[in-house]
């Protein structure tokens, strides 16, 4: 196996780890956001965690309800879309 392909494969494994434990506590504890109903750092961060989940490593993100309707409602605002990386200067066109 070549060691990309190794790579990709344990960055998939630690995603889904991460988003299984990430989901169980979103479920306990989260409301239009990640903590309740204002923004936290760890909505801030989520974003770009599970575009490059779906974009780079291709997670699944079935299994993840929670987590991906907490992205979708900051997709919305216009803060978090200005902030998204394939609208960054230095982005790559193909992005």
């Known amino acids: 196996m070549a060691i990309i392909e190794y790579l990709d494969e344990w960055c998939n494994h630690h995603i889904t780890y991460g988003f299984d434990a990430l989901e169980e506590l979103l479920k306990k504890y989260s409301g239009k ?28 993100m079935t299994p993840y309800p929670t ?23 230095d982005a790559p066109k193909d992005n």
Do not use: M, W
């Open 67 to 89: 987590i991906s309707r907490i992205t979708g409602v900051l997709a919305e605002i216009p803060e978090f879309q200005a902030a998204e990386a394939c609208r960054q200067p």
């Open 33 to 60: 956001f990640c903590v309740g109903d204002q923004i936290t750092v760890a909505d801030i961060n989520l974003p770009s965690i599970v575009y490059n989940a779906k974009h780079k490593y291709t997670v699944d």
